[in-house]
């Protein structure tokens, strides 16, 4: 066999054989290449949109129910007796919304890794701490003080594990992510499109001058057309692939990652509420949760920390809701020194009459509200963004391998053509 290819070299007709055989092989494989490229970013991009950042959603929402349910209790705890309605429903929703989020999540996970063991652990945690807070509650309707050891045991079950857990099962939906934007870009069959493609076109331009020479005749027809449909396939791909990667690089930069941020402000800052009324619960004075009040606190006000960032660059809106919201966090700070100050001065229930009246929990709703719409403004941003890298997929996977087999059929004309002259 390669006897005679070699011997098919050394004549003029042998060697059009061979030029038809590497021009229709190239062009075969440029069309292979683009099918299975297409399929590959899409189905890459597919998986970003339908599994990962929906995984990335539920598990930032159980992240933040468990945050609010802490809060939530603590503070309608300190109300003492028959507890506020409106935070008893708030809890129980925060509670059934962790619990729909899990079950959604554990779909998504697969089976033996770590994400599914996390989620197995908040399943059962949850119902454990649900017990919890019940029997806190039933104490305090009571007057027993024993009810505050309940409640502080729950809350540590919340925060010491299933709030951990819930971040190990973020931490991993955020790998998720970015591994589904490598899968998405799908740089390697990319790369040999691109590479096939060039040296498709280099065999044509190379064809037509080894031509040009034999025959002189300046032009090949159908080998032009065969170029031309080359360049066109060449300039499409890198069209399609260089609008898919900027739509992915804009979902990546200016949607999961400030998704990430503003998901960390909005847990600190239930974090902090919580931190407040489980102090005044325990009558902890400066204690450990005001400790890690005063932590949150510095987190969230320094420069460059995820509230205080640069989101008025990438959205206007966007910009004005968190500075609302910062503005609005600096003003329960301030509330929350108040508190502090007439606690440490013996006035228990005056501080708990601030911690928990009126003032304190419009300000802080608004707070959580810019919060809740900000991260709803950059989970649409991303969703509209993935939607739009995989729109132009298909007519790669497609059209592709229809203008391969055009590139071939001029290719094989052009030389086949002259080829019929030697007989």
Request: charged share 20%.
């Amino acid at each position: 066999m390669l006897r005679r290819v070699g011997g098919l070299r050394h004549t003029s007709p042998g060697r059009l054989q061979l030029l038809i055989a590497l021009l229709v092989g190239l062009g075969l494989l440029s069309g292979l290449l683009a099918g299975v490229t297409g399929s590959s970013a899409r189905a890459g991009t597919d998986d970003l949109g339908d599994r990962a950042q929906p995984l990335l959603v539920e598990s930032e929402a159980i992240y933040a129910a468990l945050a609010d349910a802490d809060t939530t209790a603590a503070q309608a705890f300190l109300a003492g007796g028959l507890e506020p309605v409106a935070l008893t429903r708030r809890y129980d929703a925060d509670l059934e919304r962790a619990t729909t989020a899990l079950t959604s999540a554990a779909r998504r996970t697969p089976a033996d890794g770590r994400a599914a063991e996390a989620v197995r652990t908040l399943s059962a945690g949850v119902a454990q701490y649900s017990a919890l807070v019940a029997t806190a509650r039933a104490n305090n309707r009571q007057g027993l003080p024993v009810g505050v050891s309940y409640l502080s045991e729950a809350s540590r079950l919340n925060r010491d594990t299933l709030q951990p857990q819930a971040r190990e099962l973020f931490r991993g939906a955020q790998n998720e992510v970015e591994d589904g934007y490598s899968a998405a870009g799908a740089a390697g069959w990319m790369a040999l499109l691109l590479l096939s493609l060039l040296a498709l076109l280099i065999a044509l331009v190379l064809t037509q001058r080894y031509l040009s020479r034999r025959t002189n005749r300046t032009f090949n027809v159908p080998l032009l057309a065969a170029t031309a449909l080359t360049l066109v396939f060449t300039i499409g791909t890198i069209a399609i692939l260089a609008v898919q990667q900027a739509h992915l690089d804009r979902a990546a930069g200016q949607g999961s990652g400030p998704m990430a941020s503003i998901s960390e402000s909005r847990l600190l800052t239930l974090q902090a509420r919580g931190d407040e009324a489980l102090t005044l619960a325990a009558r902890a004075g400066s204690g450990p949760y005001e400790e890690d009040f005063a932590t949150v606190q510095a987190r969230l006000t320094q420069s460059g920390g995820p509230m205080v960032n640069q989101y008025g660059a990438l959205d206007s809106q966007l910009g004005r809701t968190m500075d609302r919201a910062a503005k609005q966090f600096r003003q329960y700070a301030t509330i929350h020194k108040d508190v502090r100050a007439l606690d440490d001065n013996g006035e228990y229930d005056k501080a708990v009459a601030l911690a928990i009246g009126p003032e304190t929990s419009k300000v802080f709703d608004e707070l959580r509200s810019d919060l809740d719409a900000a991260l709803e403004n950059r989970k649409a941003f991303f969703t509209a963004e993935i939607e739009s890298a995989g729109s132009g997929l298909g007519l790669l996977t497609v059209l592709g391998p229809l203008l391969a087999l055009g590139v071939c059929a001029f290719a094989y004309a052009g030389l086949r053509a002259r080829l019929e002259e030697y007989r």
